[in-house]
C-alpha cells in the first residue's frame, strides 16, 4: 500500500445514484484497517478499524471477515480485520438500530470508495490479489492462502 494522507479503498459496494452504501473495506487516513457495514437508509453503520497502523510499501495479505450481520448492539462484534492472516486489534464501533446492511444491486467497485454520486478515496499503488467470498473466511484459512499468493508474486508474506 502506498502510504498517503488521505483514505484509500480497496473495495466498497455503494450506489451513488441512490445514494446508498452497502460496505466497504478501506485503509483510513491514519492507516487503520477497516471493514464496514451500512444502513444508509437509516444513516446506521457499524465497523471494525485496527487500532494501529498497517504497514506500508509492501505486499500484505489484508483480509476484512464478517461473520453476522443480523444487526443490533453488538454487529461490529463479528467483523475482523486481518494483515498477514493475523487479526489485528481493533476498536469495534456498534450501534443498537443497526439492524442490517443495504442490499443494493450494484457490483463491488475495486480500488474507489462513495463520494455521494460519484467516487473517492481511490486506492495508490498495486493490489496483486483481490477475491471475495460469500461466507467468511477464519484466520486458518486466510493462512492458507498465503503460500499460493507467496508462489505466485514470488514474496515472503
Known sequence: ITDEAAARSFLS???GGLGLGEWGFVVSGGDKLQMEMNKQTGAVYV???STGSVTMG???LFAGTVAD???GATAADGIVVSED???LSSTKTNNVAFTAMEDT???PILGAGPNGAGYNNFMGGTMGFVAIWAVALTLA???ALKAPVNTYFGTSL
Open 13 to 15: 459496494k455503494y450506489d
Open 47 to 49: 465497523r471494525a478499524r
Open 58 to 60: 509492501a505486499l500484505h
Open 69 to 71: 450481520v443480523a444487526g
Open 85 to 87: 492472516g493475523v487479526e
Open 105 to 107: 444491486a450494484v457490483v
Open 141 to 143: 484459512q486466510l493462512l
